[in-house]
């Protein structure tokens, strides 16, 4: 079973940055994409960035210029830099890891693996 650990989150000043972090773990043959969600007290949760083993990379628009999504393909990783953060991305962030695992030598099936999340408060 893969596993996701994230780190980074924590309260912050409005303009203020954090960089969140998440790491997966397991049998893992490859992780196809790799993605940050948030949700908000009363709110459904929501995609915030995405990328993929190629690096292609998408955003949520409240986000776009503000927050950049990158990957460790090696050490299994992907990272969220947050700046010029804002009362209203307040919310817990979640790590999302999509890929196939290995089951035995000659067999993989997919995961579809989620994080336990993080808080992030941002301050007015």
């Known amino acids: 079973q893969v596993q996701l650990v994230e780190s980074g989150g924590g309260l912050v000043q409005a303009g203020g940055s954090l960089r969140l972090s998440c790491t997966a773990s397991?049998?893992?043959?490859?992780?196809?994409?790799m993605n940050w969600y948030r949700q908000a007290p009363g709110k459904q949760r929501e995609l915030v960035a995405g990328?993929?083993?190629?690096?292609?990379?998408n955003y949520t628009d409240s986000v776009k210029g503000r927050f950049t999504i990158s990957r460790d393909n090696a050490k299994n990783t992907v990272y969220l830099q947050m700046n010029s953060l804002k009362p209203e991305d307040t919310a817990v962030y979640y790590c999302?890891?999509?890929?196939?695992?290995?089951?035995?030598?000659?067999?993989?099936?997919?995961?579809?693996?989620w994080g336990q999340g993080t808080q992030v408060t941002v301050s007015s």
């Open positions: 999302n890891a999509a890929g196939l695992e290995r089951l035995n030598s000659w067999q993989s099936r997919l995961f579809n693996s």
């Open positions: 397991g049998n893992i043959f490859d992780i196809h994409a």
């Open positions: 990328i993929t083993i190629g690096g292609s990379t």
